[in-house]
């Protein structure tokens, strides 16, 4: 008998994914493409400080505990390796970056909305990094490019009571995870790769991924 449908797309997504690592597994340089394609193509984004503050919760001191939330970024035009995010002092996350040299960290992952594979195999990208305040003069293109990547933020960006701002994440580190098992690359990537790459939307589509 025919492979169900479903079948089959697990099929040709696992085909998909051992693609570059049929002869070996990917090189440094591989990844930096890989990265910049993840950044540029995906959207949300796990957002970590540590906690500056003495807070007590149940007794029990918050000082020096990682602190995540999900927030959402875009990739700049053209493609900077950077992510704008739009961020507001009444945000944790920002609280506690502005306390500590503005040092965070974002975890980025791949998607695939058909959902036919465990995401265990799928891309996954640990930035650690410091936030920048984009300045003023160049504002109107960061506000453009958020914008066109997250069209539903004009309902929020101008609140005057969240006083929103653009930063910029500047990667200074990369944890790769390729996928699952031996034969994907896993580890610190050298930086140079990753910036001196450029994003490759038909690659993250060859993949099997979708953002």
Known sequence: ???RPSTMKLLALLAALVTFTAASIPSEKDVGVFARTLVS???TASF???IESNDKVGGVNMKGRPFTSID???DESPSTGKPLM????LEFNLEDAEADKMVATLAIRATNHTQTIDPLYFWRGTFTGHLERVPKAEIPAARAAFLKGHPEAKD???LQGHMFALYRF???GLHWVGGFGDRHFIGWVDMKYYYNAKPDASLYERMGFSA
Not at 86 to 89: E, H, N
Request: hydrophobic content about 45%; overall charge negative.
């Open 72 to 74: 959402i970024y875009a």
């Open 1 to 3: 008998s025919c492979p």
């Open 170 to 172: 500047v990667p200074d």
């Open 156 to 158: 929020w960006i101008d």
């Open 48 to 50: 970590a400080t540590v």
């Open 41 to 43: 193509m995906e959207k």
């Open 86 to 89: 739009l961020l507001s002092p």
